[in-house]
């Protein structure tokens, strides 16, 4: 069975910025990511790169940044009340951290300043403008479970509980 659309694919991945540092890796973890293919869940480049392979398949890939997080925005900057954020105390110049939105989401930011009540972000995601070298093994390809085509994203071998079946 091949990787494409609607479908669930496991994979170990090692991605690499452009200055040659890994940024993640799949293998640190111990288990392999679970994605649901054709429904946006990873980067469009690397959800390419994996349509049409098959279990067993190995491949290096480098994905242009419009195909990842984008192109560097220098005027994605904003200045959000410390209460948006967890242990805002305790953030400095530099840090990356993660912005709960109003709607319940959640954003990866960079910290530019710190005040008294609130901390100027940049809105572009760390990896924003990088070209990325991704060195990915397929593990594992099925079909999606209706439950998972419905909520779009892939489940873990336990099911996965959503607040509103709580």
Known sequence: MNA??????????TVTGEDGEVV??????????AVLLGHGNIIP??????????VGDRFD???????AYGPRNPEAKQRVPKKYFPGAQKLKVGDVTVLGLKDG???????????????????????AGQKL??????IGVRDAEPVELQHRHAHGSGGHAHPEQE
């Open 105 to 127: 989401g959640r954003r990866v930011v960079t910290v530019l300043k710190v005040g008294m009540t609130a901390v100027d972000v940049d809105l572009n995601h760390p990896l």
């Open 24 to 33: 993640d890796n799949s293998h640190e973890r111990g288990e392999p990511l």
């Open 45 to 54: 480049g690397l959800e390419k790169a994996l349509e049409g392979r098959a």
């Open 4 to 13: 494409e659309k609607n479908k669930v694919v496991s994979f170990h991945y």
């Open 61 to 67: 890939v480098e994905i242009a940044p419009e195909d």
């Open 133 to 138: 070298k991704f060195d990915v093994e397929l």
